[in-house]
């Protein structure tokens, strides 16, 4: 079965029927990007840049961080990247950043929030990405978004440090495109809003989970509630991309649901056009992907939306898997 999978690495990712969907890594270094170069992944949908701040025992300089961000965009050779700016709080700290002692740390000061808040260092990070994309399809993507003022503060840091490099006579991509994280249910009620101040859209099922059902993703005593197949999550799901569509901007999944083999077919309904997820996860997805037709895929959305419980729904789609097999 591994050299089967193998060999299908250099395969286009296409279902029997036509539909292509672009699978992508998540990465969160560049010797991350080998292993899901290996596994045939078609560019990076998610490069957390967590770990490049989490590994020193202070903020990485621009200089630094251009350097791997550079590197990555360089190995990709023309495949898209997208980098995702600094994602810290909730369950990932850093030792030298003080945020203070937070009742609910998941709620509190964390991603975009301190971006928005300590400018020095969002400009630092913005100014790295920017200087990478001369080098290759870099896209900047934006985590924990709530609201269209937060978007919007986002893009006037990006266009202020795009002023800047300009003066300095810096290289960057001048068209460079931005996206959002879909992964709180706000974000997803003002999708269609969100959708007109952006290129592109990934959902990040991980945190969406978490804050649709109100269930910690790291407390194991609850975690039989973590449910990816809650109708409600459904729902959402669906509603996002169909806002991301009628706007006629890109959308994809990065949170684990994306290499989850039982949703697929569900993502084939949806028409998602990509799917971020963990090397591993690639190529396993992409034998199923080679034989699930799409045409079979919409019967099943009206079949999975009239499910009333999770287990209902992983039924519907286990039943469907044994169909393909
Ligand atoms: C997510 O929330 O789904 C996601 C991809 O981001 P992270 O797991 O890094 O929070
Ligand atoms: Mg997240």
Not at 4 to 29: F, H, M, Q, W, Y
Not at 140 to 153: D, G, K, N, Q, T
Not at 295 to 307: F, H, Q, Y
Request: hydrophobic share 40%; aromatic share 6%.
């Amino acid at each position: 079965h591994r050299d089967r999978l193998r060999s299908i690495a250099g395969l286009r990712a296409v279902t029997p029927d036509g539909k292509e969907i672009e699978l992508a890594a998540n990465i969160s270094s560049l010797k991350e990007l080998e292993v899901a170069l290996r596994a045939g992944a078609m560019g990076v949908g998610l490069f957390r840049t967590e770990f490049l701040y989490m590994d020193r025992n202070r903020f990485p300089e621009e200089e630094e961080q251009f350097e791997v961000y550079k590197a990555v965009a360089e190995r990709l050779n023309g495949s898209p990247l997208i980098i995702r700016t600094l994602d810290i709080g909730g369950d990932k700290q850093l030792d030298y950043f003080e945020v203070g002692n937070e009742e609910n740390p998941f709620l509190g000061y964390r991603a975009i929030r301190i971006s928005l808040d300590r400018k020095d260092l969002f400009k630092t990070q913005l100014r790295a990405i920017l200087r990478a994309s001369a080098f290759g399809s870099v896209k900047v993507m934006y985590p924990l978004i709530s609201s269209v003022e937060e978007v919007r503060a986002a893009k006037a840091v990006l266009e202020e440090v795009k002023a800047e490099l300009k003066r300095e006579g810096k290289a960057f991509d001048g068209g460079i495109e931005n996206g959002i994280m879909i992964e709180l249910p706000a974000a997803v009620s003002i999708a269609d809003f969100l959708a007109e101040e952006v290129d592109f859209f990934s959902i990040g099922t991980n945190d969406l989970v978490q804050f649709a059902l109100a269930v910690d993703r790291m407390n194991e005593r609850i975690s039989h509630l973590y449910q990816p197949f809650h109708p409600a999550v459904l729902r959402m799901l669906r509603s996002t991309v169909e806002a991301a569509k009628s706007k006629g901007i890109h959308v994809g999944v990065c949170g684990e649901l994306a290499g989850d083999p039982r949703a697929l077919p569900l993502w084939l309904s949806l028409d998602v056009d990509e799917l971020s997820m963990s090397s591993h996860a690639i190529l396993p997805i992409k034998e199923r992907l080679l034989c699930t037709t799409r045409r079979d895929s919409r019967e099943l959305l009206n079949r999975l939306e009239a499910c009333r419980t999770a287990q209902e729904l992983i039924g519907e789609l286990e039943a469907y898997k044994q169909t393909v097999d």
